[in-house]
């Protein structure tokens, strides 16, 4: 029975240090950030992600990490695709990326049946893999963290799911096994200014879902401020007249 006992023991403890990856929408300002998270210690090595919107398009995704994961900089920065298509091998681990084009979006005509539309559509199929040193333990990316944000035309309803057919979470070690769970959320990307008010001759501004513009007049020319904190103030001159819109990420 003693035998037993201690066997059940170790199983239970087994059960208790595995952990659950999860990979989720957090939204913030109006963006979609796809974040992820081991709970005991898994490393994920690679994921390939669909995200699909109920309302509106993805138009752009943005803030990935680009290339080999270091001990200076870890992360995903490897996308099979963009690699093949945006990236050239200058010598060794030398790598040239073309950062205008590079990106962790799989490319539809390589698996038009396992992959979304891709932007300016509902859905995208993401991919992003993991490269590092095994000898040096410091490159490993973290055990939390950003993979990606994604911009929204509209507010909506963004769900996440394992794109199975290009090999869904790949953990490292291989023989690894864990739940995965994917929540989604809803992100209100609708840009606009929500409250304005005056005290003692300063303008306050909140807005969300992109960048402050102002101009003099209804018709321009507008210039961007910079500001996407969604927060602004300014001191009210007494001869001028200027006007204020969110610029859509």
């Keep these: 029975m003693r035998k037993y006992s201690i066997l059940l023991s170790l199983f239970l403890l087994a059960a208790?240090?595995?952990?659950?990856?999860?990979?989720?929408?957090?939204?913030t300002n109006g963006v979609a950030w796809l974040k992820y998270q081991c709970t005991a210690g898994e490393a994920v090595r690679a994921f390939a992600i669909d995200v699909s919107v109920d309302n509106g398009v993805v138009f752009a995704v943005s803030d990935f990490f680009v290339g080999a994961s270091r001990a200076d900089a870890q992360g995903y920065g490897i996308f099979p695709a963009a690699c093949r298509d945006h990236a050239a091998v200058?010598?060794?681990?030398?790598?040239?990326?073309?950062?205008?084009?590079?990106?962790?979006?799989?490319?539809?005509?390589?698996?038009?049946?396992?992959?979304?539309?891709?932007?300016?559509?509902?859905?995208?199929?993401?991919?992003?893999?993991g490269l590092w040193d095994p000898s040096v333990p410091a490159a490993v990316p973290g055990p939390n963290g950003t993979l990606c944000a994604?911009?929204?035309?509209?507010?909506?309803?963004?769900?996440?799911?394992?794109?199975?057919?290009?090999?869904?979470?790949?953990?490292?070690?291989?023989?690894?096994?864990?739940?995965?769970?994917?929540?989604?959320?809803?992100?209100?990307?609708?840009?606009?200014i929500t409250s304005e008010k005056v005290v003692n001759g300063v303008l306050t501004l909140t807005f969300k879902g992109g960048e402050l513009e102002t101009a003099p007049s209804l018709f321009g020319p507008w210039t961007l401020t910079g500001n996407t904190i969604g927060s602004y103030t300014e001191t009210i001159g007494s001869s001028s007249t200027k006007f204020y819109r969110v610029h859509h990420f």
């Design 16 to 27: 208790s240090a595995r952990g659950t990856v999860r990979v989720y929408v957090q939204a």
């Design 90 to 129: 200058i010598s060794g681990t030398n790598v040239s990326f073309d950062l205008s084009q590079y990106s962790p979006l799989a490319v539809a005509a390589d698996n038009p049946g396992g992959t979304l539309p891709g932007l300016n559509s509902s859905g995208v199929t993401l991919e992003l893999g």
């Design 150 to 192: 994604l911009h929204l035309s509209r507010a909506a309803n963004v769900s996440i799911a394992a794109n199975t057919v290009r090999g869904g979470l790949v953990l490292s070690p291989l023989d690894i096994v864990t739940p995965v769970m994917f929540t989604g959320a809803f992100v209100d990307a609708d840009a606009v």
